[in-house]
């Protein structure tokens, strides 16, 4: 097992993708995080709660709660990319245990997806603390609180990467995966989200437990409000951990039981 493990993150390092999906983190966290507390969140339309109080902090932390279909992407990219260069084909032949081959493959991709997401977040605190106190602003929660909420957000990286194995493995065409899994994560929550009476359903999807976990209301709110509709009700963050728990071992359990059934040629 521990063979097919080290080959498969050989595999994973020996391409450009992930070095370019660090850069993407790095921006996405220390630069965009950066550049919303210098410009401040009581200056946005409508306005987030200042910086200075928990609420900021966390509506601001919280955005990066939209960048999940990068992760998602990459772990859907991983695994079709193997169909499309029929490689998977000499990996299975290699391995002729494909539950071997799909564990070796989910640890790696979790692993990576967790790297991802501690790029992401510790390039995040050092925009968020470097830019307040560039503008003389005090962050309105503990170093200690951010710390944790940034860990809940790289947890989280690594969970859509286990999403986007999953799809991957469900949808093998490389183009309509990748558009289905970046256009629900992009644009398909957001759109059920300003549907009166089907908004309900917001919180219980892959979006509203990511905002649970992060208790980030302000894209709900701020819908609402331009909506005249009531505010979807998330869970709380307990529940919002758990649930997306959930969506990640049903993930993981895709991409083991599909490819196990199905022929790779």
């Keep these: 097992m521990n063979h097919v493990i080290k080959a498969e993150f050989r595999r994973l390092t020996a391409t450009r993708?992930?070095?370019?999906?660090?850069?993407?983190?790095v921006g996405f966290g220390g630069g965009l995080v950066g550049l919303l507390t210098a410009v401040g969140p009581e200056n946005f339309d409508p306005p987030m709660p200042a910086l200075e109080s928990q609420e900021g902090v966390r509506s601001l932390l919280g955005v990066l709660g939209f960048t999940v279909f990068v992760p998602a992407a990459l772990g859907t990219l991983a695994v079709t990319s193997e169909y499309r260069h029929r490689t998977a084909t000499f990996t299975f032949l290699f391995t002729p245990r494909r539950w071997q081959v799909l564990a070796g493959k989910l640890v790696t991709f979790t692993a990576g997806g967790m790297v991802y997401g501690l790029v992401l977040t510790g390039t995040a605190a050092l925009g968020l603390f470097g830019a307040a106190a560039a503008r003389g602003a005090t962050v309105g929660m503990d170093t200690a609180e951010v710390l944790?909420?940034?860990?809940?957000?790289?947890?989280?990286?690594?969970?859509?990467?286990?999403?986007?194995?999953?799809?991957g493995a469900l949808i093998r065409n490389q183009i309509v995966a990748l558009a289905v899994v970046v256009g629900y994560l992009y644009m398909g929550e957001l759109i059920l989200l300003m549907i009166p009476g089907v908004n309900i359903v917001y919180p219980l999807l892959p979006g509203g437990a990511t905002a649970s976990l992060t208790s980030f209301t302000y894209i709900a709110d701020a819908l609402a409000e331009k909506m005249s509709t009531d505010a979807a009700s998330l869970l709380s963050p307990v529940g919002g951990g758990l649930l997306l728990a959930g969506y990640a071992l049903v993930a993981a359990v895709l991409a083991v039981l599909v490819p196990m059934r199905r022929d790779v040629n």
């Design 17 to 25: 993708m992930w070095l370019w999906a660090l850069v993407a983190a």
């Design 148 to 167: 944790l909420l940034l860990l809940r957000l790289a947890v989280t990286m690594a969970v859509y990467t286990l999403l986007g194995v999953g799809l």
